[in-house]
């Protein structure tokens, strides 16, 4: 059995509010982008069944509005406060430690480490994963989260709006 890694960034946010850079919310272009990218993701043949995701209010946006269009309680997104401004190692000790009863699942997060961390598992040289864009990662040779390491990944699709 593969495991399957949709890397998603969160959503264009909005930058006119004087708020910290955790609570900076979604822009219109992010509300616009985000049930699209949902839908996009919705029609896809294989489906995350469990969705994981920064406790940014950016982020967490984006994984709710992913939920309502994939049919997943909103309560029932896990959030990390590791993948919050966080480096490539930390994402992936992040995958690691996903729940191996889960053969996909959804990380949402944010640049710089969101791109590393694909570029790392799919050995790309991607220069920017787009706000609102998603990397599917494959890895076939594995049934545990925890062996997913660097280049054992394949870049199954990469869509932005």
């Known amino acids: 059995m593969a495991k399957h890694l949709f890397v998603i960034r969160h959503a264009k946010s909005d930058w006119s509010f004087d708020v910290s850079d955790f609570d900076r919310p979604l822009n219109s272009r992010g509300f616009r982008n985000a ?31 992913f939920a309502e269009h994939l049919g997943v309680f909103v309560n029932d997104i896990q ?52 706000t609102c864009g998603i990397m599917h990662v494959r890895f076939d040779d594995t049934d545990e989260w925890a062996s997913v390491s660097t280049g054992t990944g394949t870049n199954a699709w990469f869509v932005y709006p």
């Open 35 to 65: 049930p699209q990218m949902a839908e996009r993701l919705a029609n896809y043949a294989i489906l995350p069944q469990h969705l994981i995701s920064s406790p940014a209010k950016r982020a967490i946006t984006t994984a709710q509005i």
């Open 79 to 130: 959030t990390d406060g590791r993948i919050y401004d966080a480096l490539p190692d930390t994402l992936l000790e992040v995958v690691n430690e996903l729940d191996d009863a889960y053969n996909s699942v959804a990380l949402f997060g944010h640049n710089p480490g969101i791109t590393s961390l694909v570029n790392y598992l799919a050995n790309e040289n991607i220069y920017n994963l787009p």
